[in-house]
């Protein structure tokens, strides 16, 4: 019998914070600086975030407001660019991409999700998810029952017709979940993809998020401010003032020993 090689999952990767040769780490940020420019003034939100994944899996970042979170899932997400350091997605060096490449790559080799769904409010759950499809020029019968697949996957085979104001917030961002797993990409970012919606629904996406992590041997790389999240996840990145800080291994803790954790370091100064 044939062994199936279509294995999508990395090798394990003992040094993870080697430079990307030969099996380059799933994601690998080194000293990566940004700064914003207000007028005269710079605000500097990121100042040598340095963090690594080599397994695919479920991953948080955590930090307060103003920490740069946002900022480091822009830059990983080729959304902008860093003055300073690198960011590699397996053997794709993003921190150097044109603006072109950028936006294949984000079409292509990563989804992204964010508090505020960005659903065409026109289209229905099934053309938002194909969106992306029909934009890269492909054919109805292919896409069709690609989306039939992710909104059956995400809970939402019923709700495939309805446009988005016929939908709950939980629904809406499963539609948008749905739009970026569309090309199957190694990667998906969430930038505080709860913040809407009512404390059982981000219970739900949270849940669902950890098993298509599992499922597809994805990276699921989550911001979140709740401890409850990051429970879901197996790791979290704590950022402070534009650094990791340090990281918390999830295992064996629960909301309330995560959010001990967290509250220790960010306390800590
Ligand atoms: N477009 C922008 N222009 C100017 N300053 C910004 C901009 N975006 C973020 N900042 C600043 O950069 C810092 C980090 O912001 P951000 O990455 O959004 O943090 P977080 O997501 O952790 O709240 C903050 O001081 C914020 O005010
Ligand atoms: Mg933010």
New binding site residues.
Partial sequence: MRQNVAESTPRPHSDGMAAPTASPPLLHCTNVHKA?R?GERE?P?LRGATLSVDRPGYYAIM?Q????????LHLMAALDRPDQGEIWIGAKAVHKLSEREATLFRRREIGVVFQQFNLIPTLTARENVELPGTLAGEGPAGLHSRSTELLARLGLADRAEHRPDALSGGEQQRIAIARALLFSPPVLFADEPTGNLDSASSERLWSLLAEIAREQKMLVLM?THEPAAAVHCKRVFV?QDGRVKTTIETEGLDAAGVAARYQFVVHQG
């Avoid at 407001?65 to 480091?72: A, E, I, Q, R």
């Fill in positions: 914003y207000l605000v939100a930090g407001s103003g920490s740069g979170k946002s900022t480091l911001v950022l």
